[in-house]
């Protein structure tokens, strides 16, 4: 079993920066993959950015050069650098983990068995 807990979210401007953060219970295999998703109010969950084991890095194109996803060495805590946010961004954050997840699946939320409780971020124009 693999706990998660976010944390960084809240309000800004259009333009400003979030960090998020992941947290894990441990470092196990249990979170060899690591994504964040997030989710606006009337849509369905997106996947934002991904990153495997060895440190590989996915964006979607909506915040490809926007975003930065991250790990410790430890691979304790995940992280989401946003910056030049915009309204479009608003929605819930969630990280998710999984101990395997195939190429394919990598921005598919129902391929991680575990995920955090999610935390709001808010972007006004």
């Known amino acids: 079993q693999v706990e998660l807990v976010e944390s960084g979210g809240g309000s800004v401007q259009t333009g400003g920066s979030l960090r998020l953060s992941c947290a894990t219970s441990?470092?196990?295999?249990?979170?060899?993959?690591m994504a964040w998703f997030r989710q606006a109010p009337g849509k369905e969950r997106e996947g934002v950015a991904t990153i495997l084991p060895r440190g590989g890095t996915f964006y979607a194109a909506s915040v490809k050069g926007r975003f930065t996803i991250s790990r410790d060495n430890p691979k304790t805590t995940l992280y989401l650098q946003m910056d030049r946010l915009t309204p479009e961004d608003t929605g819930m954050y969630y990280c998710a983990a999984d101990a395997w997840v195939t190429s394919s699946r990598w921005f598919d939320g129902d391929a991680y068995k575990f995920w955090g409780q999610g935390t709001q971020v808010t972007v006004s124009s």
């Open positions: 441990r470092s196990t295999d249990g979170s060899n993959y």
